[in-house]
């Protein structure tokens, strides 16, 4: 009985320090890619943020705003893609690999 008390508590402990290493990449990379972002009136930059989906142990950086899709994939001829969310994620891989290299606390 005594080994699922302990499972229990190392799994929780898992858990949570996976949620806090998700929460350390969302704001990495939240804050890369509001630096990427290209600035007419800021909206865009400022509607940059990110969810953590703790079922599926997932963090996601995006922006609400209509247009965000548009000014990262660009819309052919007429407006070039400027990957500002694709370029935080690539330019924070080296330390989202330390951040989860790291271990359990």
């Known amino acids: 009985m005594a080994n699922k008390w302990y499972e229990k508590e190392a799994f929780d402990k898992i858990e949570k320090d ?3 290493k ?3 990449v969302g704001q990495l990379v939240s804050a890369k890619a509001k ?3 290209p600035v007419i009136t800021g909206a865009l930059r400022d509607s940059i943020d ?3 989906i ?3 142990e997932t963090v996601r950086v995006g922006t609400n705003i209509p247009y965000g899709p548009i000014v990262e994939l660009g819309l052919g001829r007429l407006k070039y893609p400027r990957f ?3 370029r ?3 330019e924070s891989k080296g330390r989202i690999i ?3 290299n790291r271990k359990v606390k």
């Open 18 to 20: 996976i949620l806090n």
């Open 22 to 24: 998700l929460e350390e």
């Open 35 to 37: 630096t990427n972002a």
């Open 50 to 52: 990110y969810e953590i």
């Open 54 to 56: 703790k079922v599926a």
């Open 84 to 86: 500002f969310l694709k």
């Open 88 to 90: 935080a994620l690539e």
């Open 98 to 100: 330390k951040i989860f």
